[in-house]
Structures are given as C-alpha cells and as structure tokens.
C-alpha cells in the first residue's frame, strides 16, 4: 500500500466523502476542520451512507464500526503532521487555501504529501504558498464523492513525477479511477461542465422553460441521469458561481459571463442541497 495514514482538512460534503471511501479502504483517516459541528455534520454524513448500505446488505455493522474506527478527528491541523498525504477539501478560496497550505506546509513532515481538492484554482499558487511545491499536486473529486468514479489529478508547475504518482495510486486504493490532467482552468469535467450549468442558469433567467422543464428536457431528451439546475443545487450554487466566476477572469471571453439567477440565489442564501433550497425546494422531502 502507497500510504497508509491520510489526512483530510475539511470535513464538508467533499472532505467528508473522501475520508468515508478512505476508511472503507482500510486507510487511517485524520479528518480536521475548525469547528466541532463541521465534523460532526461530516461523522453524521458518513454514518447515514454507512446505514444505508448496512440496510441494503453491501456492507455488516461490523464494517460499518471498522470503518468508522478508521477515523480519528481533530480541531488541529497538527494532528495531521505525520500523515503520508494530506488532501484539503475547504473553501474554493484562493486566499484561504494558501493559508492553509502555509500552515501544512509547516505542520507536516517534509516527506507528506499535500493535495488540493480545489475545483479549478491554480495549483502551482496553492503550491508555492507550502513551501514545498515539488510535493504538492491536485487531487479533484466529484460529487457525490462516494457515487463518482473520478479523480483528476494535476501536477503544478514543480510537482515531481514520484508526487502525481502517489496521488494516481492513492486514487486507485481508494477505489477511483485517476486521470492525469494539465493546469487549466477547471481541469476537464469543470472546463466541460460547468459552462453547461452556468447555460442552463441563463436558460433559466431568461424565462426559455421553468426550472423543472429545463431539467426534464436535458433528463428526457439528452439522457443526463439528473437535470442541469438539480445538479447546480448538489455542487452548490456559491462553489459553482466562485468556480464561474474565475473562469471568467481567467479565460476573458464573454461564454463565461456567470448568468443572474446563480448571484441572486447566492445572494438569498439559496445554495441549493445544502441549505435546503437553490432552484429546488429540498425542506419539504
Ligand atoms: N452519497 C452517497 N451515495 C449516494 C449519494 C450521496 N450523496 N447520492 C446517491 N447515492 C447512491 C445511492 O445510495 C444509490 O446507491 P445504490 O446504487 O447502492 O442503491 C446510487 O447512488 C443511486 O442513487 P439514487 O438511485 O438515489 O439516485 P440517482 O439514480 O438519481 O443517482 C446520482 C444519484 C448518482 C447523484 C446521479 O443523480 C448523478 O449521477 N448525478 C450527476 C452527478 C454529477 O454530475 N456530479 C459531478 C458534479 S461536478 C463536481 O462535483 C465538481 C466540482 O468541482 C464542482
């Protein structure tokens, strides 16, 4: 086995997803966040899908313990220092994640692993903020996390070949499949995707069909196994305008233009699953 310690920092529904697959694989998990209730929200997350494949008769409730046993959490970034590879799912923040970065930088040992989960941001910045860009590479995961097949892995500008290595295996032992990806803005499931979501937002402020027909259309009529806008509302309306958002800086072309709806629901707190309602209502289910 390439590792057999990970730390996660961020216990969100990525970070949380990614410590779930990571325990079920036998790995030794260190799950971090700031505050006591991210991580409970994140324990209670795993616990639901856990119960749900117990239910289903995938997995015994003496998996369901191992698994669970796997996990140690913490308040404290230091609690990851001896962690082989560490991989932060926090805020899509560029200032933020160096911040953290600096700090894992100078917590871990020299020889961990540090990766970003970042949705499309620049790893060679993220990188250089460490102190230790040679061993910093991105590790992006989908969402559901447990459900998606994929991680794209992307090296910066100072990644070393023995670093991406390590993140294609870790991705396998975890039970994804990795693909090796250049530093772009938004890599390639993003670069193709979320210009479709952002369409579908336009679609949607423009009054072409109500929410449910644009999402029936795109589910009946080109086999999406789920509809545009429910889709804006499971990545998060306020990741996916930051993710918008800096395509549109980056790649200065107009396609990229972030469509109202997504700034008006971000503005009324409507980040979609999360918080209960986005384009969807998802307090009455
Ligand atoms: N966590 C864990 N498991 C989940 C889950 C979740 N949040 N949601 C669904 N599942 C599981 C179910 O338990 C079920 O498992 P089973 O096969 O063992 O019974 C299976 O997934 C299918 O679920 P459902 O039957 O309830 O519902 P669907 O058939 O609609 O599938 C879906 C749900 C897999 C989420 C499907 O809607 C889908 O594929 N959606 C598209 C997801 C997608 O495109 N994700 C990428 C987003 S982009 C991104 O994340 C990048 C970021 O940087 C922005």
């Known amino acids: 086995m390439a590792i057999s310690k990970l730390g996660v920092l961020g216990a969100g529904a990525m970070g949380a997803g990614i410590a779930q697959i990571s325990a079920q694989a036998g790995l030794k998990v260190v799950l971090v966040d700031i505050d006591q209730k991210f991580v409970d929200r994140g324990l209670q997350t795993m616990n ?68 970003t989960n970042t949705s499309g941001l620049s790893i060679t910045e993220i990188g250089a903020a460490s102190g230790r860009p040679d061993r910093v590479v991105g590790m992006h995961f989908f969402n559901p996390v447990p459900v998606m ?22 991705s396998r032992i975890i039970g994804k499949t990795p693909i090796r990806a ?60 930051m993710v918008v958002e800096h395509f549109y800086k980056e790649f200065g072309d107009p396609k990229f233009r972030p469509a109202l709806a997504l700034k008006q629901k971000v503005r009324a707190g409507h980040f979609g699953v999360k918080t209960g309602k986005g384009f969807f209502d998802y307090t009455k289910k």
């Open 48 to 115: 639901k899908n856990w119960e749900k494949d117990a239910s289903k008769g995938k997995i015994t409730q003496e998996d369901k313990e191992r698994f669970l046993g796997n996990i140690q959490t913490s308040l404290d970034k230091s609690a990851l220092k001896d962690c082989e590879l560490v991989i932060e799912a926090i805020i899509e923040n560029i200032d933020i994640k160096k911040q953290a970065f600096r700090e894992l930088g100078e917590i871990c040992s020299p020889s961990t692993v540090l990766a």
């Open 149 to 170: 097949r994929l991680v794209e892995v992307i090296p910066g500008e100072e990644t070393t070949e023995e670093t991406v290595e390590l993140a294609m295996e870790v």
């Open 182 to 241: 250049k530093e772009a803005p938004g890599f390639i499931v993003n670069r193709l995707l979320v210009p479709y979501l952002n369409d579908a937002a336009h679609a949607y402020q423009e009054g072409v069909a109500s929410a449910e027909d644009i999402d029936l259309a795109m589910k009946l009529g080109a086999n999406m196994p789920i509809g545009p806008l429910a889709l804006c509302d499971l990545v998060g309306i306020d990741v996916l305008l």
